[in-house]
Nanobody
């Protein structure tokens, strides 16, 4: 079984940086992709970033492009999200997710079979 656990959320000020990490404590499937989603109060969960098994291919939501960087550990069971120049609008619960089929749509929630419990990121003005 895949068991995703997120680390690193917290309270920061606008303009600050924060790094989130996610570790898979269970089975790692070859060629699986990993991603980050977020959900703000009263809003739907939305795509943030995704990275391939190799770590070479990544995708970002337009709202975070140029500010966030996703990376994958050499052991393939960890993924991180470096968030710079944080904005108040980045406040949300951030979820780590994994999908076994790299050919599914990377920004679609239904493509991901496994999810972490989420970590809160709060950005104050």
């Amino acid at each position: 079984q895949v068991q995703l656990v997120e680390y690193g959320g917290g309270l920061v000020q606008a303009g600050d940086s924060l790094r989130l990490s996610c570790e898979n404590h269970g089975r790692t499937f070859a060629d699986s992709s990993m991603g980050w989603f977020r959900q703000a109060p009263g809003k739907e969960r939305e795509f943030v970033a995704d990275i391939s098994w190799s770590g070479i291919i990544d995708h970002y939501a337009d709202s975070v492009k140029g500010r966030f960087t996703i990376s994958r550990g050499d052991a393939k069971n960890t993924v991180s999200l470096q968030m710079n120049s944080l904005k108040v609008d980045d406040t949300a619960v951030y979820y780590c997710a994994a999908r076994r089929n790299s050919y599914t749509t990377y920004d679609n929630l239904s493509s991901y079979e496994y999810w972490g419990q989420g970590t809160q990121v709060t950005v104050s003005s």
